[in-house]
Structures are given as structure tokens and as C-alpha cells.
């Protein structure tokens, strides 16, 4: 008898603990120290994952992963621009499957924030924001505009009343437990004047008044409203303090675990010693809910990078990197920094931080004691000496920039400098297309190719007086616009007697373009991420009579941050001029009647054309511009065993 009364006993502890992974809280409210989930107080550790980087079917592994490295909720941004490319037509399918992946979330135990927005920035394209807003008659983006407020309202209550009707809300028994309404505006607030506080106390009224029963924040927003909970964003949040302390925790919505990658740019990484010191800087200096951007930064799939100039990578330096492989030590260091703040969960949250003297400059001991609970935190904040100090009466060795955790104020459990996770440096193999002869004919097994035209090739093509700005001219439905223009040389042209030089000068606002003379290219100019803007002076050669001067402009993300970034232009606005026509004098051209083609012809026809307009041979073509490629089949060796 004694044996199947402790097999029943195990059984139902197993079905519990089954439940426990699907069900969730019924009220989430915060004090002064922490997010409370039925009526506990939370010590919190979250990871960005943002479900359109990455694809439904790595979604699961990812979460597993994040709940592995002792993440309690999943963080992610709601993209407007890629639900709603087209005002009131909302596309919610694989990638955009925002609800199946709160409830992947929810499977696996972990709870949401859902950070709604609609202004996301994220590095994505428009800052999430549809192009479509931008044409709507007297609107003005992100400040106190009737049309504007209108828009976000509604696409705000749109996601609102997706996740209630699926009951994803906590106070519906859900995973989602806080959302966040716009997003940085802080940093920039003051461009708009004092209609920016008229906004953003109506934005948190909009929001509470959804109804969602959990707590709303907005990051990087010190004078937000009563209603809603500032937090912070940056590399280190331990000295920040949010305003009406007394009554908001402490939160950081954004510890950002590297960088975002520029084309031409280094790759930015950020060392796990340095992240796990700022983590536990940040729990030691009273916080009590911190988030990793990224915990897993992905893919920018498409054209939804923003810029410009980011490129298509989001690996951001993250735990788990884009191809969802575990990053370590980063990964395993971190996990270990986790359970060391967990077992001090019930002393952060059962009372405020006092600070202890240890003595010497750069040192710093924290205790949180109530009761029979203790826990202790030592930091050496002096980037280059390590440091011997006495707590309790007992001696602890800090090295330089870190933290010991002491869950008994006695025993150290972690120093965030000390990693015990084994580093691990994937390996990949690249193979050249251009410089390596063998293996571009390796590569040629399975690739297709077919040349792009020259200039306007399109029935849609249209002409205009002047030079047009690109984004207003394609909605951003191309990353690519013409401008065509033929000019008549006479056999009077002194550069054509004397061999002189013709020089054709070009202004862009950016981001890229190339010159083609005749249909062959003559030059190419290219911004960056500092300064989009183009200025070429291409030498260029032209025969007796007419000849074309086609010029390709082309976008590589729209802007996504800065105060009225949605105003930035792009594309060619001039001037064009020619240098040594008329016998040796500058003509503009800005004022001709030029004529335009939106896009590519190859957008448009390859998607849906038939394979005999592809080219297949043993070996790619090299130096062609404006050419497409296509794979079939890659011989590709996967690993083997758990990645």
C-alpha cells in the first residue's frame, strides 16, 4: 500500500506541472518594486524574439532555447507595416502569424510583452510605420495630428481586439502580461514642441482605455503619464531611476546585447563579461524586470530592413544568433547569471536595496535583507583594477568590472567576469563567385541567370518636367526608380574632335545610383549610413547624335529613427549637369522632361515567368551589371544531432 499511495502522489505532481506550463495568471498589477503576478511580487528576465525574423518553424526551437537560457518572458514588436501594407487589408499569415506565435510562447510556459507600438523603429523599414500614412491629406506623424491619432488608434485596438478574442490577455488567462504604446519618443519629443506632451498623454489614455487588464509601459519616456510605466533602453540602466518612483518599478525594456550591422560596416559584438555585469548591476541597483534586444535577433527578410543601410543580417550579437544556434559562452553565461539572480528573487523583491561600505573607490555592496532572507551583491565598477574587499567580515576578490552574487549574503554563487561555458565558433564555408574560377563553376551547377534591361522597359513609364523625389514618386513598392533622358550631340562638339573630357555630374539624397550612357554603365555612387547622400562626377563618352542618359536610383531601407524621419527624401533631385557640352560649357539638365519607370522589369516578370528566360551554363557570367540569379538546387551537407 505504502508504494501506490507514492505512485499517486507522483502522478498528480506530473499532472500539475503539466497544467502549470498552460495556464496563466488572472491579474498583473506593479508596485513600487516589481511587477505583481497574482498578488507576487516578480523578478522578470526577458529576450526579444521578433516573430518576422525568423520563420514559423524555428519559432518553437527558439522558445525552447530562451526558456532553456532562463528567460521567464518573450518580448516582441508588432509590425504595422507588415500587417497592413495596404490601408484596411491586414495579412496575418506565416511570418505575420502574430497569434501563433504568443500562443508557441504560451505552450511553452513563458509569458509576453507585446510591444504594440505602432512605432517600433527596430531597425525595420519606415520604423514600422506603412507607407501609406504618408499620403494621407494634413497628416503629421507621432505628434498631436487628429488624422494621425486616428490611424494608430485603430490599428492599435485592431492587435487589442485580435489577442482578446483569442484570450491571450493574463486577465483572460493568457500568456500577455504588460504592452508597450509608442516607443522613444523621449529621445526626440522635444522637436515637436509642446505638442508632444498633448500626444503622449493622449497615446497613454488611448491605451489604458483598451481595457487589457495588464499593465502598459513606454520605453525611454521619463514624463509619461501616471497611468503607464516608464522603463529604460541602453547598454547599462543601473543608475536610472524611473520617475514617481514610489509607485513604478524599476524596468529595462531594452538591454541591448550588441549592435545592428551596416553594410560596410565592422561587426558589432558586445562581450558576454561586459552584458552579464550590467545585468546584475541592474537587479543589484534595485531593477526588477530586464530584457535582452535581442535574445535572438533573426533575419530581415525582404525589404523590410530600415536604414539607411542595414543590412539584411539581425544576428545583433544575440544569445542565440540568426541561425538559431546557441552563441557561447554568451548563451551559457548568461543562463548561469540567471539562476543566480532567481536565487535571490524572494529578498530583491521583499524589500528596497541598501547600500553597505566596503571601502575604496569604484566598489560597491548591496544587500537586500528582510526577516530570515538575505542576499548581497558586490560590484568592482573600475574598468582596469581588481579589488579585495570585506563583507560580513569575510574577504572577496572582485576583479575589475564586475559583480559577485551572494544569495545568503555570505556564499558567492557567480562573479559575472568569470565564465564557466565553453566558447563555441561555428564555422562556415564560403564559396566565391567571382574571384574563384572552380568554384564558380562548382557554384554554376544549379544557378540560372538573366540580364535586367537597360532603362525603361516598362508600358507603366511616365514623363515629367523636372526631377521627381523617389519615395513619393514609387510608395515604396520598388527600392528602384529610373530617370531616362536623351540629349543630341552635333558634330560640332569640340570633345568630339580633341579627345576632351565630358564629365556628367549628379546629386541624390540617396542612397545608391548608376550611370548608364548609351546602355553601358558609366559610374556608380553610394552613401552610407552617416550620410546617404550621392554626389558622382562620372566621366562619360558620347557619340554624334542622339544618345540616352539613364540613371538608376536605388533605396536600401528607409529611414527609422529620428524626430520627423518620415520626411526624409531620397532619390535624384539634382542638379544634373554636363560638363563640356556646348563646347566646353555646363548645361543642367535638372529642368529637362525626363521620363521615369517605378521598379525593375524583373520584379515584376520573373516571379511569375516561365524558366526558358533563364540562362543555365557550367560557369556564372562575371562583370555583367544589372544581372538576376537564380538556384534550383544547392548539394548542401546539414549537421547532424542537436543544433
Known amino acids: 500500500m505504502k508504494g501506490s499511495e507514492l505512485r499517486i502522489e507522483v502522478v498528480v505532481v506530473l499532472v500539475l506541472g503539466v497544467l502549470a506550463t498552460a495556464s496563466y495568471c488572472a491579474t498583473v498589477t506593479y508596485d513600487h518594486r516589481a511587477l505583481v503576478i497574482d498578488g507576487k511580487r516578480r523578478v522578470l528576465v526577458s529576450g526579444s524574439i521578433h516573430y518576422p525574423r525568423s520563420t514559423p518553424e524555428m519559432w518553437p526551437d527558439l522558445i525552447q532555447k530562451s526558456k532553456d537560457g532562463g528567460l521567464d518572458v518573450i518580448e516582441t514588436y508588432v509590425f504595422w507595416n507588415f500587417h497592413e501594407p495596404v490601408r484596411g487589408q491586414y495579412d496575418f499569415s506565416g511570418r505575420k502569424d502574430l497569434v501563433k506565435f504568443v500562443k508557441i510562447v504560451a505552450q511553452a510556459g513563458l509569458y509576453v510583452h507585446l510591444r504594440i507600438g505602432p512605432y517600433v523603429c527596430a531597425e525595420w523599414n519606415y520604423g514600422g510605420f506603412p507607407l501609406w500614412l504618408h499620403f494621407i491629406p494634413g497628416i503629421q506623424l507621432r505628434t498631436d495630428n487628429e488624422p494621425f491619432k486616428a490611424e494608430m488608434q485603430r490599428f492599435t485596438a485592431k ?10 490577455y493574463a486577465s483572460q488567462g493568457g500568456p500577455i502580461i504588460l504592452s508597450q504604446i509608442e516607443n522613444e519618443y523621449g529621445n526626440i519629443d522635444k522637436a515637436y514642441g509642446p505638442a508632444a506632451q498633448t500626444y503622449i498623454n493622449w497615446a497613454a489614455s488611448m491605451a489604458v482605455a483598451l481595457d487589457t487588464g495588464v499593465p502598459w509601459v513606454m520605453c525611454q519616456q521619463d514624463d509619461a503619464p ?123 523583491v521583499a524589500t528596497d536595496p541598501k547600500n553597505v561600505s566596503v571601502g575604496g573607490p569604484n566598489l560597491e555592496a548591496t544587500v537586500y535583507k528582510t526577516g530570515s532572507v538575505c542576499a548581497a551583491f558586490l560590484a568592482n565598477y573600475d574598468t582596469k583594477s581588481d579589488a579585495t574587499v570585506t563583507f560580513n567580515g569575510n574577504s572577496y576578490h572582485l576583479p575589475a568590472w564586475s559583480v559577485s552574487i551572494l544569495p545568503d549574503c555570505k556564499n558567492v554563487v557567480l562573479n559575472t567576469a568569470k565564465i564557466n561555458s565553453a566558447a563555441m565558433i561555428p564555422s562556415f564555408m564560403h564559396h566565391s563567385l567571382i574571384d574563384d574560377v572552380d568554384s564558380s563553376e562548382a557554384l554554376g551547377s544549379g544557378w540560372s541567370w538573366i540580364n535586367e534591361p537597360v532603362g525603361i522597359s516598362k508600358d507603366d513609364a511616365f514623363t515629367r518636367v523636372g526631377l521627381l523625389e523617389q519615395i513619393n514618386t514609387t510608395a515604396d513598392k520598388s527600392d528602384y526608380l529610373w530617370y531616362s533622358l536623351s540629349i543630341d550631340v552635333t558634330n560640332s562638339e569640340t570633345f568630339l574632335q580633341d579627345g576632351s573630357q565630358t564629365v556628367l555630374h549628379v546629386e541624390s539624397l540617396g542612397h545608391a545610383l548608376h550611370a548608364f550612357i548609351n546602355g553601358k554603365l558609366a559610374g556608380s555612387g553610394i552613401g552610407n549610413g552617416n550620410n546617404a547622400k550621392v554626389s558622382v562626377e562620372i566621366p562619360v563618352t558620347f557619340a554624334s547624335g542622339k544618345n540616352t542618359i539613364d540613371l538608376l536610383s536605388l533605396t536600401v531601407g528607409l529611414q527609422n529613427y529620428g524626430a520627423f524621419f518620415d520626411k526624409t527624401g531620397a532619390g535624384i533631385t539634382g542638379p544634373i549637369q554636363l560638363k563640356g557640352l556646348k563646347n566646353g560649357t555646363t548645361i543642367d539638365l535638372s529642368s529637362q522632361q525626363w521620363t521615369y519607370q517605378i521598379g525593375l522589369k524583373g520584379e515584376d516578370s520573373l516571379p511569375s515567368g516561365s524558366s526558358s528566360q533563364w540562362v543555365s551554363q557550367p560557369t556564372l557570367p562575371k562583370k555583367q551589371p544589372l544581372t538576376w540569379y537564380k538556384v534550383q538546387k544547392l548539394n548542401l551537407t546539414l549537421p547532424t544531432g542537436k543544433i
Not at 492587435?159 to 491571450?168: A, S
Not at 513604478?248 to 550588441?258: A, C, D, I, L, V
Request: one cysteine or more; hydrophobic letters at 35%.
Open 226 to 348: 501616471a497611468s503607464v510605466i516608464s522603463t529604460c533602453n541602453g547598454f547599462y540602466c543601473d543608475q536610472w531611476t524611473p520617475k514617481l518612483p514610489d509607485k513604478r518599478p524599476k524596468m529595462w525594456t531594452e538591454n541591448w546585447s550588441g549592435w545592428f550591422l551596416s553594410f560596410g560596416g565592422a561587426v558589432p559584438q558586445r562581450p558576454v563579461e561586459d552584458l552579464a555585469f550590467a545585468v546584475a548591476r541592474f537587479f543589484q541597483r534595485g531593477g526588477t524586470f530586464q530584457n535582452y534586444y535581442m535574445y535572438h535577433g533573426g533575419t530581415n527578410f525582404g525589404r523590410s530592413t530600415g536604414g539607411p543601410f542595414i543590412a539584411t543580417s539581425y544576428d545583433y550579437d544575440a544569445p542565440i544568433d540568426e541561425y538559431g544556434l546557441l552563441r557561447q559562452p554568451k548563451w551559457g553565461h548568461l543562463k548561469d547569471v540567471h539562476k543566480a539572480i532567481k536565487l535571490c528573487e524572494e529578498a530583491i
Open 159 to 168: 492587435i487589442v481586439d485580435m489577442m482578446k478574442k483569442e484570450k491571450l
